[in-house]
């Protein structure tokens, strides 16, 4: 049935006027500055949990356990309840705001929510620079956590209205760019601030996530919001006004229109989640739920933020530790640049199925490269030449993710929805990325002081469940303009049984069946 699944988008769909301007172009890059203060965390954390200045002001016991002697099981050194707590308090608060920042990106638009995220996150970053005491360092984290949510919440939508259909992919994509980018410069920041004689480059590192934070909340105060925003919240004739002004053309009108048709049926939804959970929405829900979990079972944050810890487990030294991060780091930054050349030209399917097989080959020889040195028992020494061997492979696995699960797991859930629930499916994709976040961080490194080398295997079988679920129940996406989205479904081998007559449903009869 693998045929039928998979690329028919149930005939030909609208080709509006318009074109990419640099007004665009520039709106989304300062859109997509969200990214910065994920990615800049990601990277941050566990940089700073394998500095030994941070360890012992804050968790002395995890020093300890690491300056222990080599034959100590290298698997658990770093195993620690309120270790994996900093780590993963981001995380839980993300999620917690992520659906609160629904309501607001609804009411007030997406250029509010965003500016939003920005200054709470600066403030978390001010106060992680001056803790005291893990107290404030996990209010901090706290903080950074509902910054983090408003944006994942905001940015993707932002930049899936702002684009042109046929360029929706290579712009929704720079979202997860800045992310990488913003890992990469974490990762870079540690390097050096390890190096700060007095043992204070810690607050450096964390103190310098209010750059990423004032680069965002600055740029979204000259942001404009987007024509569908504009629509909902009653502001027609801004919202022609700024439709003509993205696509630089007069000629607006059957788009106009169809975002109009798609404003009035979001208007007569009273409860977006319980509209949600409809059978008629049920292809949608399912897949804004599997891409976001499964894009955290892929074991990539534990790669990126515990990379220095991992690098360190494996045998490296701290210095060591950190440049290797910093190696992935800019294999992260540079892959994403082969999915914005492709993206709209191949579709999300063939890179998704590139990308999960390329990870799972990976997370297999990375498994069996750990295995055969360190064994069950966790002691081993491992040579220079092993050692950038096992880099290598981490590398081939981050490049794959960072040009398939990475970008597309933001972009496919963000242009899936029509108008009428497009914020509250958003929460749903940001609670459950979240949640599969702090799931994962909560438990790695418990995992990998119990599952040892079987960790990879694990995430290398997640990976195949991924790959799998997309070759049989993710339809082609590309080109395709938000509004008629609904057409694939109608025509998808399994999915056309949830939705009404044979899916060219128009957007109007969404408000004629609440």
């Known amino acids: 049935m693998a045929g039928g699944a998979m690329t028919d988008t149930g005939g030909a769909h609208k080709n509006y006027p318009g074109k990419m301007t640099i007004f665009v172009f520039l709106a989304c890059l300062v859109a997509s500055s969200g990214g910065l203060i994920f990615g800049y965390d990601i990277g941050i954390s566990g940089g700073v949990t394998s500095m030994d200045p941070f360890l012992i002001k804050f968790f002395p016991s995890v020093y300890a356990k690491e300056k222990e002697m080599v034959e100590t099981n290298q698997y658990c050194k770093f195993d620690s309840e309120l270790l994996t707590l900093f780590t993963s308090s981001l995380y839980l608060a993300a999620l917690v705001a992520s659906l609160f920042a629904s309501v607001i990106t609804r009411k007030f638009g997406r250029r509010m929510t965003m500016l939003g995220g920005g200054v709470i996150f600066l403030v978390g970053a001010i106060l992680n620079g001056a803790a005291a005491d893990v107290a404030m360092l996990i209010i901090g984290r706290i903080l950074l956590g509902i910054g983090v949510g408003f944006s994942n919440q905001a940015v993707p939508l932002y930049l899936s209205e702002m684009a042109p259909a046929r360029m929706r992919g290579m712009l929704n994509i720079s979202f997860q760019l800045m992310i990488t980018v913003g890992i990469l410069a974490a990762n870079l920041i540690n390097y050096f601030t390890d190096k700060i004689a007095g043992g204070w480059g810690w607050r450096v590192s964390l103190g310098l996530a209010a750059v990423p934070a004032f680069i965002m909340s600055g740029g979204s105060l000259f942001l404009p919001d987007t024509p569908n925003s504009l629509l909902a919240r009653g502001k027609e004739d801004e919202a022609r006004?700024?439709?003509?002004?993205i696509r630089g053309t007069n000629d607006v009108g059957p788009e106009y229109d169809d975002l109009v048709a798609a404003s009035e049926a979001s208007k007569a939804i009273v409860n977006p989640c319980s509209t949600l959970l409809e059978r008629r929405y049920r292809a949608q829900l399912v897949v804004s739920l599997r891409i976001p979990t499964l894009q955290?079972?892929?074991?990539?944050n534990v790669v990126m933020f515990y990379a220095p810890v991992l690098f360190k487990t494996i045998g490296f030294g701290g210095t060591a530790s950190l440049m290797s991060a910093v190696i992935t780091g800019l294999v992260n930054?540079?892959?994403?640049?082969?999915?914005?050349?492709?993206?709209?030209?191949?579709?999300?399917?063939?890179?998704?199925?590139?990308g999960g097989v390329q990870m799972i080959i990976a997370q297999l020889i990375l498994g069996t490269l750990i295995a055969i040195k360190f064994g069950?028992?966790?002691?081993?020494?491992?040579?220079?030449?092993?050692a950038i061997v096992v880099v290598l492979c981490i590398c081939v696995f981050v490049s794959a993710f960072a040009w398939s699960w990475g970008p597309l797991g933001w972009l496919v859930p963000s242009e899936i929805f029509p108008l009428e629930i497009r914020s509250a499916a958003q929460s749903v994709v940001?609670?459950?990325?979240?949640?599969?976040?702090?799931i994962i961080a909560q438990v790695f490194l418990m995992m990998l002081c119990h599952l040892k080398f079987g960790l990879f295997y694990f995430f290398g079988a997640c990976e195949l469940?991924?790959?799998?679920?997309?070759?049989?129940?993710?339809?082609?996406?590309?080109?395709i303009p938000i509004e008629e989205m609904d057409r694939i479904w109608g025509k998808h081998w399994y999915w056309r049984r949830f939705v009404d007559g044979d899916g060219d449903r128009k957007v109007e009869m969404a408000a004629s069946t609440v």
């Not at 940001?430 to 702090?438: E, G, H, W, Y």
């Not at 469940?465 to 080109?479: D, N």
């Open 296 to 300: 955290q079972l892929t074991g990539i």
């Open 376 to 386: 069950t028992a966790g002691v081993a020494n491992i040579s220079r030449t092993y």
């Open 333 to 354: 930054m540079v892959a994403p640049f082969v999915s914005i050349a492709t993206v709209d030209r191949l579709g999300r399917r063939k890179l998704l199925l590139q």
């Open 241 to 245: 006004t700024m439709l003509r002004r």
């Open 430 to 438: 940001v609670v459950f990325n979240m949640l599969f976040t702090f």
């Open 465 to 479: 469940v991924m790959t799998a679920f997309v070759y049989f129940f993710l339809p082609e996406t590309k080109g």
